[in-house]
């Protein structure tokens, strides 16, 4: 458990910093992180990092379908600790 919760605290700065990362590459016309990577960040547990970093750095706030895919994710990552924490669900499937 304890090995699951480094993991996805360390998802969630990676996810937060890629975000300020990309802000400061679009602010200076360099090469950007494709949203594709963003969004897998954000899927694979790292959502609130996402949109915390979406949030202080303003970046692709207005952007869409990337919004409503990011908040998709968000929610993948919500429904993902119900079950992952739910005692009664993991033992109906067998977990």
């Given at each position: ?7 996805l ?32 960040l ?34 993948a990552?919500v ?17």
């Amino acid at each position: 458990m304890t090995l699951m919760l480094l993991s996805l605290a360390g998802i969630n700065v990676i996810a937060f910093l890629a975000f300020g990362w990309d802000k400061r590459r679009a602010e200076t016309q360099q090469r950007r992180i494709p949203e594709r990577t963003l969004l897998m960040l954000a899927f694979f547990g790292g959502a609130l990092g996402a949109l915390l970093g979406q949030q202080l750095f303003r970046h692709k706030t207005k952007k869409q379908p990337f919004g409503v895919l990011l908040l998709l994710c968000a929610l993948a990552n919500v429904a993902f600790g119900i079950f992952w924490l739910s005692p009664v669900i993991r033992a109906a499937i067998g977990l």
